[in-house]
């Protein structure tokens, strides 16, 4: 009995993080970002722990890797999108293209899409068992949603400047997602420094930035990750 009830935790757990995910788009529609930002993390707290109880347990079931997939569909690429979305269409008015600027927040939409895709491609390629190529929707998910909350008292300020770069930004950060840049994995098989140095450089330096820039400190922290991955990348070919 107890084993049938170990068996469902990893998916009960992947729920949570899929709950998590429709709550972070509510709070993002409602106009707080940092509810909304609070949401997407708990959303990859849960991402993580699905995994490591599925691993800890060795409950593996072909049931929740699809449901993995659908809820980081949710948690990490329609509710950066809405985040994103909110920011646009508070920034939107001050460009200059009349009626035009209505359309301008579907730039938003670009990151569901392109999650969805590096989701599908994550699912069927098999270079990617202990590595990534491309930015995981995870952090790209966390970066948003970090930049959204520190970005929020600045959309009004920045003017057409703002919406521009923001759309820009978006787009630039989306095609991360599918790209064939190598990202290393946080998986580790052992607390060993050796082996483990860069993974132990990102958690210093991510600890580090939200120690001193609060929220926008996870933004920092994605960005030190795609540095290192690319250093690690250039150094591995030397």
């Keep these: 009995m107890s084993t049938r009830i170990f068996k469902h935790i990893p998916n009960f757990i992947t729920c949570l993080a899929l709950v998590s995910g429709c709550a972070a788009v509510v709070a993002a529609l409602e106009g707080d970002l940092r509810l909304a930002a609070i949401c997407v993390i708990a959303a990859s707290a849960f991402d993580f722990l699905d995994g490591f109880s ?44 009349g009626a035009a600027n209505a359309f301008v927040p579907f730039v938003a939409f670009v990151i569901p899409v392109f999650s969805g895709l590096r989701l599908a491609k ?34 009004h300020a920045g003017g057409a400047l703002f919406a521009v770069l923001l759309a820009a930004a978006v787009i630039l950060t989306s095609l991360l997602l599918v790209s064939e840049i190598p990202m290393f994995s946080l998986k580790i098989q052992s607390l060993k420094w050796r082996g483990n140095e860069i993974r132990y450089l990102l958690v210093i330096g991510s600890a580090a930035f939200v120690i001193f820039f609060g929220f926008l400190g996870i933004a920092g922290a994605v960005v030190l990750y795609i540095i290192l991955s690319i250093l690690s990348t250039v150094c591995s070919k030397l």
């Design 54 to 97: 599925a691993r800890l347990l060795h409950a593996y079931s072909a049931i929740g890797k699809e449901l993995d997939s659908l809820s980081d569909m949710v948690g990490f690429g329609v509710a950066p999108g809405m985040i994103v979305y909110c920011l646009l269409r508070e920034a939107s008015p001050a460009l200059p293209f």
């Design 122 to 155: 994550f699912n069927i390629d098999l270079r990617q068992t202990s590595s990534f190529l491309g930015l995981p929707v995870p952090a790209h998910a966390l970066l948003w949603s970090s930049l959204g909350c520190a970005m929020q008292p600045l959309v």
